[in-house]
């Protein structure tokens, strides 16, 4: 062998300590990649699997992985692995990452023993960095594993061959202990992976290339054959156990999936380019061919080493044995691929046991051996000083740096995600509520996402309908309700009949689409009517001849997801239609809901939840009815003078005893501050932002009652501050106006509601949104403590908690005056006036709409939200359509108007059914929706002189337009 350069004298011992600082930090590295993120993705489908065969019982553990795709050791060791460390999802994905980074120092010793040292951190690097590898580092599967089998076979079989003695000078035959370990390590392989064969196959013929090349005795090449059947045979028990489950489970499974086979340059080149640069997905997805600079690389390397010097035979031998290796693995999952078509989405995970030979290879092909030093000598030959190498290294590492910055941020197996449907279940639930799965991977997702003392999954009896699970369906119910996510995307013919079966006679609790795939239902059966009560029926009249009959049994409701049953029985529907059921405090917030598609007519059976954190009291039952497209309101006509809610009674909500778990309360930021003795602030959901000036912002805080709650009643503040600390807008009172802290429980539940309203001149940018306790007698604050910072640092002795950040963004503002087609110089008592309007048509036959666009020009600010009216009234007054929202259908409402802009708002005017046909009026003005009161219209002196202002156009209700 020739090099270019004489280098500088060292000990041996000297090299070693730097390669084992240098393989330190790349497995530092690696460590550090493989961890990053390891909470971002959700389970997928074959994760779950994975979870479910792991905490089966290692007797039924077997019986099922005798059906699948892949044989047990990897389920057995996770099953293991979960008995130490849980079933959480990162917590089973560190199996894998402690493979993938065992890895990385593995291979560092199997190219040492090769081709040397540089070899050795070559290939260590490239596989710290390698894409492909971390990605499954951090799946909860089994392919990090088999590569690490994997390359304990190449390091042993390499040894046992003499591979690396050859290349050093030393020709005496390895320990039969390399021979053992390599029959070990491939057979561990095959017990993780069926694939494995493919390895053992491409050892097998490489090895026999390098003895016949070596020329080695017979008797050392019957030995080899020998160890691959010992191998066979200790794997023989498995096959012949698993077979005869297997092969037909195989066969149907290519059927249903219906996968073309792959030609073989496009089965090569998708492999190859996955070697080099992972999955290039998301906004990298047209760009995968980039991933096959790692094969360009390799041939250049090949072709480099040919004709630029002389190739060492030792070397050539090394080459030619993971070259032989790599071919066979692929070519034979190719051949595979032509019979039996399996090649999912990602399919190249499937041979990442091939990953280890291409990055060895890669490595020998760049980085030549380590030249033979006779004994004593210390002179170290530097290797050429050739840029390619250098290019090489950079070339592969700007790859993996923009596969890997995709593979931390973009999203995967989005229809998968079922981390807010079980947490969904999860608040709603209780702990004697059942999950009902159809698939194996949803009851693992459970396992894993799902709490102990919360609902549990049961998997269906059977895959197909029949009394078995309607008797499994009941049996649940009987206990507690029925949560069922409900998978539609392979046809969904299970899941529809389980629902039909579960409609016939229970109230559902929920009814939800969390992705295209997959929708959560929830039930309970109906139970006896408390002593005393009886049904009471209401029936209403909403305008397009709907006519609905609502019935309830009033009773007292646990603010820990007790359910209200309610039958709505509906005659008249034509299209769909949205009900929301709602319990409403006395000053109008919402604080249970549930809504309900309506689409033809019939009885539906509806169970209103109410939720964990309720404050006792006693609230209104409303039903309401909108259109589903655009939210609004469907008018009420009788019982009149209800608006579009109408009244079904009052309902008692008392606080549980004891009181539910935290996480049955429906907060969505957990922030846990003591304030003094007197309350625990426990978190807060607030309006998704960003947020725009006029805006209002609601905050909802979660509250554990403290024993120095009773001593007196407190008052609460919430206040958005500016960059510099100073309020740019607040709210204080008591937290539960009809419940003074003076009479919480300790340890019981609370939330309270309160609104911010944004000033119309707020500037855009951050604020920081505190809150906290206070005396009302002294206005002194209770002092709060609370942990922070990524390592949770203690707070105290401070007068309010933070919650967290608010971003304000800012108004496209309209100055231009607009055009309307009929002017008008209306004036507003306040804000200012309507400039004019534009009115589609004037000619509307009943059951249509008028479209109305009106154009306010405001002179002033000011805090109110005003809601704008348009009435359409006949010629006796009555009202016959009618529009009632904020400006601009919400967007601009009169909170956030500022002087001299102009605001298109838009109306849609539905003329009622019964509609008697002649002239009609339109009639515009804006109220304060809590009072009623309505903004007087002012002439040019400023005196009133009304409270509705008629357009001039005249309507008219015609059959004809």
């Known amino acids: 062998m020739t090099t270019s350069s004489v280098g500088y004298t060292s000990s041996g011992r000297s090299s070693r300590s730097s390669d084992a600082l240098l393989v330190a930090l790349l497995t530092l590295l690696a460590l550090l990649l493989r961890a990053a993120r390891l909470d971002f993705q959700p389970l997928w489908w074959d994760e779950g699997y994975s979870v479910w065969f792991a905490h089966q019982p290692l007797g039924d553990m077997l019986r099922l992985t005798a059906l699948d795709i892949h044989p047990p050791l990897y389920y057995a060791l996770l099953g293991g692995w979960s008995q130490i460390f849980g079933l959480g999802p990162v917590a089973l994905r560190w199996l894998s990452v402690a493979a993938g980074v065992a890895a990385v120092p593995l291979i560092y010793l199997v190219g040492y023993g090769l081709s040397g040292r540089r070899v050795g951190l070559a290939a260590a690097f490239l596989l710290a960095i390698n894409p492909l590898h971390i990605y499954y580092s951090q799946e909860v599967r089994m392919y990090a594993l088999v590569a690490l089998w994997s390359l304990l076979a ?4 390499g040894r046992w061959l003499g591979l690396g003695r050859l290349i050093r000078g030393d020709t005496r035959p390895a320990g039969w202990g390399w021979l053992a370990g390599y029959a070990a390590a491939i057979t561990l392989a095959l017990y993780t992976q069926y694939y494995a064969a493919f390895l053992l196959a491409g050892l097998a013929a490489a090895g026999g290339v390098v003895l016949w090349r070596r020329q080695a005795a017979p008797e050392r090449i019957l030995v080899w054959l020998a160890a691959q059947g010992g191998v066979v045979l200790l794997f023989l028990p498995w096959i012949l156990y698993a077979a005869p489950k297997l092969v037909p489970y195989v066969s149907q499974k290519i059927v249903a999936d219906s996968d073309q086979p792959l030609g073989l340059l496009i089965y090569l080149a998708r492999h190859l380019a996955a070697y080099s640069a992972g999955h290039l997905e998301g906004p990298l997805a047209g ?13 250049i390397g090949l072709i480099r080493l040919t004709q630029r010097r002389p190739l060492d035979p030792s070397h050539g031998l090394v080459l030619s044995f993971l070259g032989i290796t790599l071919s066979v693995v692929l070519g034979l999952g190719w051949l595979v691929n032509l019979g039996y078509p399996f090649f999912p989405e990602r399919g190249e995970r499937l041979l990442l046991l091939g990953l280890p030979t291409f990055i060895l290879l890669l490595a020998a092909t760049w980085a030549p051996p380590d030249p033979v030093l006779s004994p004593g000598q210390r002179i170290i030959v530097l290797p050429p000083r050739s840029p390619l190498p250098r290019l090489f290294v950079a070339g592969l590492a700007l790859l993996a740096a923009i596969s890997l910055a995709t593979f931390y941020t ?6 998968e995600d079922y981390r807010p449907l079980i947490g969904q279940v999860t608040q709603w639930g209780r702990a004697e509520d059942t999950v009902f799965a159809v698939y194996p991977w949803q009851v693992g997702y459970f396992w894993s996402y799902g709490l102990p003392d919360g609902p549990q999954p049961e998997l269906s009896p059977g895959g197909d309908w029949g009394p078995e699970i309607a008797t499994a369906l009941d049996d649940a119910l009987s206990s507690g309700r029925v949560w069922f996510p409900m998978h539609q995307s392979l046809g969904g013919l299970l899941e529809n009949a389980v629902e039909q079966h579960l409609a016939q006679s229970n109230y559902q609790l929920a009814n939800r689409w969390y992705s295209p795939s997959t929708r959560l239902t929830g039930w309970a059966a109906p139970q006896p009517a408390p002593t005393g009560s009886a049904p009471v029926t ?8 709907v006519q609905v009959d609502v019935t309830h049994i009033p009773q007292a409701l646990s603010a820990s997801n007790d359910v209200l049953p309610v039958t709505l029985e509906f005659a008249g529907v034509t299209g769909q239609h949205l009900a929301s059921l709602r319990l409403a405090s006395a000053d109008g917030r919402i604080w249970a809901q549930r809504d309900v598609v309506v689409e033809q007519d019939g009885a539906l059976r509806v169970g209103l939840l109410a939720p964990a954190g309720m404050p006792a009291g006693r609230y209104a039952l409303r039903l309401s009815l909108a259109h589903p497209d655009d939210g609004r309101p469907i008018d009420l006509l009788e019982p009149a003078d209800q608006g579009s809610e109408l009244a079904l009674g009052e309902i008692d909500v008392q606080a549980p005893m004891p009181a539910p778990p935290l996480s049955a309360l429906p907060m969505e930021h957990s922030q ?15 309006t998704p932002g960003p947020l725009l000036p006029g805006n209002d912002l609601t905050i909802n805080l979660f509250w554990q009652a403290l024993p120095g709650a009773a001593n007196t009643d407190l008052s ?44 119309a001149t707020l500037a855009a940018g951050d604020y920081s949104l505190v809150s906290g306790l206070f005396d009302p007698a002294t206005g002194e604050r209770l002092p709060a403590t609370w942990r922070s910072g990524p390592f949770g640092i203690l707070r105290g002795s401070v007068q309010q908690a933070e919650l967290g950040q608010v971003r304000i963004d800012t108004h496209k503002l309209t100055t231009a005056a607009p055009e309307p087609r009929v002017t008008t110089d209306a004036n507003l008592e306040r804000l200012g006036k309507l400039v004019g309007y534009d009115l589609a048509t004037s000619r509307v036959a009943p059951g249509e709409t008028m479209d109305l666009i009106l154009y306010w020009q405001p002179n002033e600010t000011t805090g109110e939200r005003l809601t704008v009216f348009v009435h359409l009234v006949d010629e006796q007054g009555v009202i016959i359509g009618q529009s009632d929202q904020e400006p601009a259908s919400g967007s601009r409402p009169t909170s956030s108007w500022l002087p001299d802009e102009f605001i298109a708002d838009r109306h849609s005017v539905r003329v009622q059914n019964n509609a008697l046909l002649g002239p009609a009026t339109l009639l515009v003005g804006l109220y304060d929706r809590a009072t009623g009161q309505r903004v007087p219209w002012v002439n040019g002196e400023g005196q009133v002189i009304g409270d509705a202002l008629r357009l001039p156009t005249a309507a008219r209700i015609t059959t004809v337009r």
């Open 154 to 157: 190449i390091g042993a079989a």
């Open 287 to 299: 760009w995968w061919p980039l991933g096959l600079l790692g094969v360009i690389l390799l041939a």
């Open 538 to 545: 209401t029936s209403a009249a909403f305008d397009g001849d």
């Open 716 to 759: 609460a503040f919430v206040q958005l501050l500016d960059r510099q600390g100073q309020v740019a807008t607040a709210w204080e009172g008591p937290p539960v106006p009809w419940r003074p802290t003076g009479d919480w429980q300790p340890d019981e539940l609370l939330r309270s509601q309160h609104t911010l309203r944004l000033p």
């Open 410 to 415: 973009a999203p995967r197996y989005a229809d």
């Open 672 to 686: 846990e501050a003591t304030l003094g003795d007197a309350a625990r602030l426990l978190g807060y959901s607030a």
